[in-house]
């Protein structure tokens, strides 16, 4: 268990040095390769963690805040979140890795490719309900938004996905919660691991103005793809 626990923490670590740099990237890094050391870390965990990062986020920059963005994406968030709840209720374990696996590697697609979405109105509400949806089910919520605001500054992107992320982790957790589906010994892990999420957190701080996003946009992609391609055959042949 232990053992396990100090993996996970790693993994967080690093998940929380990458988002404090660019704003997301905790999902992308930590959720596919905590899918495969324990399911059970999933979404409730992660959730807990990624909301602890962003109050430190927010903290950090909050003056750099697009709260109309805010507001668009959480509208979408709202029923985005339903689903999610349905989605975490109604899939076994493989075909839940099997879906993290496909929604990671997707993201990861439309990454690289030539795309220059920009945060509108229509465009926000769209990216919170998959936001919400995928965010709710595996902790993957953050890449959706992420990509309308890819051409943004630094530090308006940070602080808007941390305010987002905030409003709605706290969603989540809500929504699953009222469906049964939080447990004690997942809130403790969560708690377990945030003192990892700090740390990674703490890393970033001195490197956010001299690291550009691009920087490490690469290193994320392919850890990502890697494990979401993983997943999908352990899923395939398990």
Same mark, same amino acid.
């Given at each position: 268990?232990? !053992?396990?626990?100090?993996?996970?923490?790693?993994?967080?670590?690093?998940? *929380?040095?990458? $988002?404090?740099?660019?704003?997301? =990237?905790?999902?992308?890094?930590?959720?596919?390769?905590?899918?495969?050391?324990?399911?059970?870390?999933?979404? &409730?965990?992660? #959730?807990?963690?990624?909301?602890?990062?962003?109050?430190?986020?927010?903290?950090?920059?909050?003056?750099?805040?697009?709260?109309?963005? &805010?507001?668009?994406?959480?509208?979408?968030?709202?029923?985005?979140?339903?689903?999610?709840?349905?989605?975490?209720?109604?899939?076994? $374990?493989?075909?839940?890795?099997?879906?993290?696996?496909?929604?990671?590697?997707?993201?990861?697609?439309?990454?690289?490719?030539?795309?220059?979405?920009?945060?509108?109105?229509?465009?926000? &509400?769209?990216?919170?309900?998959?936001?919400?949806?995928?965010?709710?089910?595996?902790?993957?919520? *953050?890449?959706?938004?992420?990509? #309308?605001? $890819?051409?943004?500054?630094?530090?308006?992107?940070?602080?808007?996905?941390?305010?987002?992320?905030?409003?709605?982790?706290?969603?989540?957790?809500?929504?699953?919660?009222?469906?049964?589906?939080?447990?004690?010994? $997942?809130?403790? !892990?969560?708690?377990?691991?945030?003192?990892? #999420?700090?740390?990674?957190?703490?890393? +970033?701080?001195?490197?956010?103005?001299?690291?550009?996003?691009? =920087?490490?946009?690469?290193?994320?992609? &392919?850890? +990502?793809?890697? !494990?979401?391609? !993983?997943?999908?055959?352990?899923?395939?042949?398990?």
């Amino acid at each position: 268990m232990w !053992t396990g626990l100090l993996l996970a923490g790693v993994v967080v670590t690093l998940g *929380g040095l990458v $988002q404090g740099l660019a704003g997301f =990237g905790l999902a992308l890094v930590a959720v596919p390769i905590l899918a495969l050391l324990d399911p059970s870390l999933l979404p &409730v965990p992660i #959730l807990i963690t990624a909301m602890t990062h962003s109050v430190l986020s927010l903290a950090r920059e909050h003056r750099h805040v697009d709260w109309h963005g &805010v507001g668009w994406a959480m509208i979408g968030r709202l029923p985005g979140t339903a689903i999610g709840v349905l989605l975490v209720d109604s899939l076994d $374990q493989k075909r839940f890795s099997l879906l993290i696996g496909v929604v990671v590697l997707a993201s990861v697609l439309l990454s690289i490719t030539t795309w220059t979405p920009r945060p509108t109105k229509v465009s926000l &509400v769209i990216a919170g309900l998959t936001s919400g949806s995928f965010g709710t089910a595996m902790s993957v919520g *953050g890449p959706p938004v992420a990509m #309308l605001y $890819q051409n943004s500054p630094g530090a308006l992107v940070r602080s808007t996905l941390a305010a987002y992320f905030v409003l709605g982790s706290i969603t989540s957790v809500t929504g699953l919660a009222i469906a049964g589906q939080v447990h004690t010994p $997942q809130l403790l !892990t969560g708690l377990l691991l945030i003192p990892f #999420l700090i740390l990674g957190f703490l890393l +970033s701080s001195p490197l956010r103005k001299l690291v550009d996003t691009n =920087g490490i946009r690469t290193p994320v992609l &392919v850890l +990502s793809t890697i !494990t979401a391609v !993983t997943l999908i055959v352990r899923s395939a042949i398990g």
